[in-house]
């Protein structure tokens, strides 16, 4: 079992930076790829970013490539997601998620989810 939960979500002015933490908890979940989210009002959840089990390997959606770095600490039990260049598109609930597939980017393949952060972007 993996347990989630995100925080450092807000209110940023366009251009500006925030980075997301996700808090994990369980003994194996360190093992899980794991993968940010994010979902605006009226439209469906789309994939960010992912990173491997040791934080090798990462990936990032086209739309956010160059703007956003996702990294982990195990020995923090923390997943990071590091945004600057913020516009008003990346207004969206923002969800960290574990999966046990590697190289995971939708959302049927994650296996478990935190609740959700708000980040609002405005001028």
């Known amino acids: 079992q993996v347990q989630l939960v995100e925080s450092g979500g807000g209110l940023v002015q366009v251009g500006g930076s925030l980075r997301l933490s996700c808090a994990a908890s369980?003994?194996?979940?360190?093992?899980?790829?794991m993968g940010w989210f994010r979902q605006a009002p009226g439209k469906e959840r789309e994939f960010v970013a992912n990173i491997g089990w040791s934080g090798g390997s990462t990936d990032y959606a086209d739309s956010v490539k160059d703007r956003v770095t996702i990294s982990r600490d195990n020995a923090k039990s923390t997943v990071y997601l590091q945004m600057n260049s913020l516009n008003a598109d990346d207004t969206a609930v923002y969800y960290c998620a574990a999966a046990r597939r590697a190289w995971a980017r939708r959302v049927h393949e994650y296996d478990y989810w935190g609740p959700g952060t708000q980040v609002t972007v405005s001028a």
């Open positions: 369980g003994r194996t979940w360190y093992n899980y790829f």
